[in-house]
């Protein structure tokens, strides 16, 4: 996928802008037409909004999609290689692996964690250390309940609510060395 000059605009964004500069208009421009946004309220109607959410949202996916990897200030090679590899086969035990599990929803979906970043605005680092269940550098419980959900929600795992406490029962039963 390669981007525009009419994805750059629908960003508001010059063509060589780098990649945090794509997150923060992505965010801002995604905020501005949510349904409760004031700005846009009576401006737009539902289908408008939707369609214009939609179109920020393609335009988001093709920027990112066609940023150069690994380089300074762009989208981490590390990342951008293991988003490549979709899951084959069934998704790892949710009971004993919720990281890997929610990993594997999000892969085969085709959901970026920088899509996932900007609809949650859960910083990518975090989504990260959820999936590789890094217990450790991860927040408090109470946090991290609030972020599993919303990364399960957007993923479209069924019950997200249910899978946070599924999360937050291994975290927890995790042992301290």
Known sequence: MTA???DWEILGLEP???ISTVRRAYRERRALYQAESLATYNLLDDDERSELVARIDMAYERIVGSAPRGAPGTLDAATATAEADVPKGPAPDVETEPGPH???HRLVRG???HHVEAATKIG???LERIE????????AAVFVRGHVEQFAREVGIDDPADFAKTYLKKMQGEPED
């Open 102 to 104: 929610l990993r594997h």
């Open 4 to 6: 525009t000059p009419g």
């Open 111 to 113: 959901v970026s964690l």
């Open 16 to 18: 060589d802008s780098d």
């Open 132 to 139: 590789n269940e890094d217990f450790r550098a991860l927040p």
């Open 124 to 126: 990518v680092a975090i």
